[in-house]
């Protein structure tokens, strides 16, 4: 079944202990991108790949970094997570911006 | 930077009413995509509009993209509980070569049986 997976679901940390939350795709696709949601202000990017070692910043980027060392995987790293980053986060891929594929969702708290 | 702005936030309708979202880029876009998102899911794409003008239609869903392409609209006819959810609209940023994304922020539909 194609599908983006992501990993954990839901977090609850405290503030400032490095948390990494993994996205992973079996489409084959190029594009992988980041997103948080909040109420009110819809889906921010925070980071996007275009390409395996490709990553480039998006609308969002501060507090968060990415790698991308394989086609399928794209994690999420933040190195000294804050109170203002409990958020719904969403994984994307897609073979361009054309369209994405989300994840299900992680819902991250940071107490 | 580029902005999209999405009107209404919020709309409730008695089902069997039509229902009309609108979408408003601050630049041109290349292309304009939808999206549905269900309560407690995650974004669906529903189509992408690429052309001046481009109109399209899923059964009881029109998508309008307008002459500039700065704006579109989806419009429901006769809506149904099944259409609940937060209806997205997106463009990539063409400030930056069209590689990052600029979601609007929403608006969120309900529909009273």
């Known amino acids: 079944e194609a599908q983006v997976t992501q990993n954990p679901r839901y977090l609850i940390t405290v503030t400032g202990k490095k948390l990494t939350v993994t996205c992973s795709q079996n489409?084959?696709?190029?594009?992988m991108s980041w997103y948080r949601q909040d109420p009110g202000l819809g889906l921010r990017q925070i980071y996007y790949?275009?390409?395996?070692?490709?990553?480039d910043k998006g609308d969002v980027p501060e507090g968060y970094k990415v790698s991308r060392k394989e086609k399928r995987n794209f994690p999420l790293i933040l190195e000294s997570p804050s109170p203002n980053q409990t958020s719904l986060y969403f994984c994307a891929s897609g073979l361009s911006t054309d369209t994405q594929y989300f994840g299900p969702g992680t819902r991250l708290t940071v107490l | 930077g580029q902005q999209v702005m999405q009107i209404p936030q919020y709309q409730h309708v008695q089902e069997g009413e039509d229902f009309t979202t609108y979408c408003n880029s601050s630049?041109?876009?290349?292309?304009i995509q939808w999206y549905k998102q269900r309560p407690g899911g995650h974004p669906v794409f529903l189509i992408q509009?690429?052309?001046?003008?481009e109109v399209k239609k899923q059964k009881r869903l029109t998508f309008q993209f307008g002459e500039a392409k700065k704006n579109s609209s989806l419009h429901i006819t006769a809506t149904q509980t099944t259409d609940v959810g937060t209806y997205f609209c997106a463009g990539p940023n063409w400030i930056n070569n069209n590689n990052d994304m600029r979601f609007g922020a929403g608006t969120r539909l309900t529909v009273k049986p």
């Open positions: 790949s275009m390409n395996v070692e490709v990553t």
């Open positions: 489409m084959n696709h190029e594009y």
């Open positions: 509009l690429v052309k001046s003008g």
């Open positions: 630049t041109t876009l290349s292309n």
